[in-house]
């Protein structure tokens, strides 16, 4: 079992940063790969990118690659989603999500998720 917990979001001006940390118990935690999603308000729930167990390999979807960067510490049981450059079309809930498999986009294959956190841009 792992349970996984959000937080870091907030509101920010276009253009600015912030940091998603996910923040996961349970010993097997090393074991998952984590993904990241967005689900913003009518749309359907987005994958965003993914870090491999260890740390050693990243995914990312077109549309943030070169902004977003995912990062984990297994010693401290947390993986990070550094967000820049952002744009009102980032605003949406953010979740992180555990999965066994690498790398997977669908939602289908991660088994754990966390409730999300908010992430509002302003134009």
């Known amino acids: 079992q792992v349970q996984l917990v959000e937080s870091g979001g907030g509101l920010v001006q276009a253009g600015g940063s912030l940091r998603l940390s996910c923040a996961a118990s349970?010993?097997?935690?090393?074991?998952?790969?984590v993904g990241w999603f967005r689900q913003a308000p009518g749309k359907e729930r987005e994958f965003l990118g993914a870090?491999?167990?260890?740390?050693?390999?990243?995914y990312y979807i077109d549309s943030v690659k070169g902004r977003f960067t995912i990062s984990r510490d297994n010693a401290e049981n947390t993986v990070s989603l550094q967000m820049n450059s952002l744009k009102p079309d980032d605003t949406a809930v953010y979740y992180c999500?555990?999965?066994?498999?690498?790398?997977?986009?669908?939602?289908?294959?991660?088994?754990?998720w966390g409730q999300g956190t908010q992430v509002t841009v302003s134009s």
């Open positions: 349970g010993r097997t935690f090393s074991s998952y790969a």
């Open positions: 999500a555990a999965s066994q498999g690498w790398p997977y986009e669908a939602a289908a294959y991660y088994d754990y």
């Open positions: 870090i491999s167990w260890r740390g050693e390999s990243t």
